[in-house]
């Protein structure tokens, strides 16, 4: 268990138990993460900040009850990130029934676009892909509007709207999938539940989450690269240069059959980069500019 993981649960326990000023120290933390959060997501500096009192309310809601779920497996500023996303997510459901359609949809695509094309990319990854895979969003696109929303609406409460929201996705990619097989291809019944038995590939949102932080990091990368790079061993270098050789971070699997590595190994070395990556980043002057400017 690191120093930080102390102090982390340390801070929380101080706020669970009301002591003096220990809701104010953990603010202090985690304004930053949620205030980027509400930004990314939401849009307009005032839509950004109504956000922002919604998350602190939620964080403070039922005797900190979300907070109680923090463990120290992770940063807390990851925790409240995952958090943080949960109450918008929240937040943007009640659109769809508070405001117009057209703006509950577009905040919907604005929040949950890269969620969407991260696991079309992972069903369907590969360069002569590109055009199936603009195919694929705009098809699942089409059935989460279809019906006055009715796949949306459907949500009741059960778990995250964000798990539910990248579950539903994730079935009707493969709904697509099956459809765009050629009709030569007459399958048995058992070749039909093939699709069924796939284990998802959709990670849980806390993995989202990082996976997230990391593509971020990669695309913050390119600019101080070559401050990194003497600190990275050959195979460290490799993976960055496949991982960014396209100009955006690409899938794990793609990355891993480049390399002729196991998946698994890849996790663990981007995992690995991207550490030593954090400490570079964080001291260089354009990610302190970039941070500021959020």
Same mark, same amino acid.
């Given at each position: 268990m690191t120093i930080h993981t102390?102090?982390?649960?340390?801070?929380?326990?101080?706020? =669970?138990?009301?002591?003096?000023?220990? &809701?104010?120290?953990?603010?202090?933390?985690?304004?930053?993460?949620? &205030?980027?959060? #509400?930004?990314?997501? #939401?849009?307009?500096?005032?839509?950004?900040?109504?956000?922002?009192?919604?998350?602190?309310?939620?964080?403070?809601?039922?005797?900190?009850?979300? =907070?109680? $779920?923090?463990?120290?497996?992770?940063?807390?500023?990851?925790?409240? $990130?995952?958090v943080t996303r949960d109450v918008l997510a929240e937040r943007l459901l009640r659109l769809f029934n508070v405001h117009s359609a057209s703006d509950g949809w577009a905040a919907f695509e604005r929040f949950f676009a890269a969620d969407i094309n991260r696991i079309i990319n992972r069903r369907l990854p590969g360069a002569d892909r590109a055009d199936l895979r603009q195919d694929a969003y705009q098809d699942i696109c089409v059935a989460l509007i279809a019906d006055d929303y009715r796949r949306l609406k459907a949500y009741r409460g059960i778990g995250s709207f964000t798990g539910f929201v990248l579950q539903m996705v994730d079935r009707l990619l493969i709904d697509f999938i099956r459809s765009t097989m050629p009709l030569g291809r007459q399958r048995t019944e058992a070749q039909t539940t093939e699709w069924e038995d796939i284990p998802s590939d959709q990670p849980s949102p806390e993995d989202a989450l990082l996976e997230q932080e990391g593509d971020r990091l990669l695309s913050l990368a390119s600019e101080v690269l070559r401050e990194a790079a003497?600190?990275?061993?050959?195979?460290?270098?490799?993976?960055?240069?496949?991982?960014?050789?396209?100009?955006?971070?690409?899938? $794990?699997?793609?990355?891993?059959?480049?390399?002729?590595?196991?998946?698994?190994?890849?996790?663990k070395l981007k995992q690995r980069v991207m550490a030593r990556l954090r400490e570079t980043l964080d001291k260089h002057p354009a990610v302190k500019m970039w941070k500021a400017s959020v």
């Open positions: 102390v102090e982390n649960r340390a801070l929380v326990r101080d706020v =669970l138990d009301a002591k003096p000023l220990a &809701w104010d120290r953990l603010v202090r933390r985690i304004a930053d993460t949620v &205030w980027t959060a #509400c930004r990314l997501l #939401c849009g307009d500096d005032a839509d950004s900040r109504a956000a922002f009192s919604d998350v602190m309310d939620g964080l403070r809601a039922d005797g900190f009850r979300r =907070l109680r $779920a923090y463990n120290g497996s992770s940063r807390i500023e990851t925790f409240v $990130a995952l003497a600190a990275l061993s050959e195979t460290e270098r490799l993976y960055l240069h496949i991982a960014l050789g396209s100009g955006e971070p690409i899938p $794990a699997r793609e990355v891993a059959r480049q390399m002729r590595r196991p998946v698994e190994e890849v996790y």
